[in-house]
């Protein structure tokens, strides 16, 4: 066997010592070190922080619309309810100075206490439909000192509401709001004359307030003819108050509910002050014949 050579076995020696130390120096540049490991971290960091801040925003963002939503309504209400109360009464004084109220010599033809006093004890008994339903609750308003007897009944027709007059009528009554025709078909207003005229002939000379018309049209024919009957009747009949309904819904529809039959609570009030002076004017002894349309 031939001998190896020394300087041989240094050599590779030597290149075995070069190949492990170059290994080990390209393993050691490309592992992470400390320095690497911090930059990881770091980074991580960065991510999490920009996903946390993310969701945050969001959930703030939608708890902060939720609370700013609740504290808006909370104060809008108490705003929405005072500035709707506002517009209502600037609508009544927009109807007040359209339909104004007749004056002491219209109503009583001359004086305000030309006419003998009324039988009775100076209560007021008032029929109706559902327009007096909506109506009555204002009338103990303007009419403070007033002995109110009030029969109504949404949906009824004169007929009805003349049973309703006979059921409550007593001789202690001065006058008589006779609030009827809205339910009647307006091809029929005799109906409504026939009724007045049994109200009349049974209560003497009490005084009788017969508000205007105004009804739906059927067929095409809408409350003019009841209407021509109210007016008759009232010039037939001295001392009869005729407040004037019909024209306050054609010069303000905003006073009427979307049915344009029945009217919003603030055109309920006013409708109850016409007819509270109506009766005023009746206990007064006043004499209108008519007086009120067109006012």
């Known amino acids: 066997m031939p001998r190896l050579r020394p300087w041989l076995i240094v050599a590779a020696a030597v290149a075995v010592a070069v ?6 120096l390209l393993g050691a540049s490309t592992a992470p070190d400390e320095h690497d490991a911090h930059a990881e971290r770091v980074d991580a960091q960065r991510v999490a922080f920009k996903q946390g801040y993310a969701k945050g925003y969001d959930r703030g963002l939608e708890s902060g619309r939720d609370a700013g939503a609740a504290a808006g309504g909370r104060e809008g209400a108490p705003k929405g309810a005072e500035d709707g109360h506002a517009t209502a009464q600037k609508t009544i004084k927009r109807a007040l100075v ?16 030309s006419g003998p006093p009324l039988p009775g004890s100076g209560g007021v008994l008032v029929v109706g439909d559902s327009l007096e339903e909506l109506t009555s ?75 205007t018309i105004h009804g739906l049209s059927v067929n095409g024919v809408d409350s003019s003819g009841k209407n021509r009957v109210v007016r008759n009747f009232a010039a037939s009949r001295p001392g009869t108050q005729t407040p004037d309904w ?5 010069t303000h529809p905003e006073l009427m509910q979307p049915d344009n039959l029945h009217p919003v609570p603030a055109g309920a009030d006013y409708r109850a002050r016409l007819i509270a002076r109506g009766v005023k004017a009746c206990l007064r002894g006043g004499s209108s014949s008519g007086a009120g349309f067109g006012e």
Do not use: H, W
């Open 19 to 24: 190949v492990v130390a170059g290994g080990y």
């Open 98 to 113: 359209v339909t104004k109220p007749s004056s002491p010599a219209r109503q009583s033809g001359g004086g305000a206490a």
């Open 137 to 211: 609750p204002f009338l103990q308003k303007y009419l403070p000192q007033t002995q109110l007897t009030i029969n109504a009944v949404g949906g009824y027709n004169s007929l009805q509401i003349y049973q309703l007059f006979q059921e409550s009528y007593d001789p202690s009554q001065s006058v008589i709001v006779f609030d009827a025709g809205t339910n009647d078909n307006p091809a029929y207003p005799e109906i409504l004359a026939g009724r007045l005229q049994a109200v009349a002939q049974q209560i003497g000379a009490r005084c009788m307030v017969v508000p």
């Open 246 to 250: 019909a024209n306050v819904v054609a």
